[in-house]
């Protein structure tokens, strides 16, 4: 099956390839679509949303998109759909880290979780798909691998930190590891 992942981002791009071995899975740039799609909705949802009609009404192929929020107990669900942006407009992985450090210095409540929301655009049809993985936030940071907040959560029943396991144990608990596999079982029973 051939479909479209609406991202630019290569880390991902490679760890859904992983999940999805038997589909024809092409990012942005390898389609040749060199856009930056707007991320204006106000949650989690509506975002994968307008990401994948994007692609869907401008360029009608299958697709799907998807958008992550790390959702902070104690910031009452902080930064969530701002994760990208969290420590303001032009920051990097790098100043978000720093800004969650600094807000929960003194913080023993430090639960946390990742949450997925994908949409899938199916022949006209949508789909959405949620994965969850809960942690807490670390005090320093653990490992160098991954990318975003992976060297400051440790997943819950784990002793690393994202950053520290390999992309292939990372994707068997993700939030989006989840999501997608429940993407791909979806997409099995379409096939059968
Ligand atoms: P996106 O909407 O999927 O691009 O995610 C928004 C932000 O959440 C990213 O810029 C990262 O800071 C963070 N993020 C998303 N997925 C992960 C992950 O798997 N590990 C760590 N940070 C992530």
Known sequence: ?????????AYKLKEIKLALPDMELKGLQEA???????ETGITLEENAVIKARFIYSKYGV???ADDT???VQVLNGAPGVFSARYAGPNCDFGDNNEKL????ESENNRLAQFRTVICLILDGQEFL???V???????AYHGKDGFGYDPIFKPSGFKQSFAEMTLHAKNEIS????????LICFLKQKKN
């Open 69 to 71: 929020g790390l959702e």
């Open 129 to 131: 798909f949620e994965g």
């Open 175 to 182: 939030h989006r590891g989840l999501a997608v596999q429940k």
């Open 133 to 139: 993985c809960k942690g807490e936030i670390l005090n």
């Open 1 to 9: 099956m051939k479909m479209i992942f609406a991202t630019n981002n």
């Open 62 to 64: 299958n697709c799907f």
């Open 101 to 104: 450090l600094k807000e929960l």
């Open 32 to 38: 040749g679509i060199m856009v930056d799609i707007p």
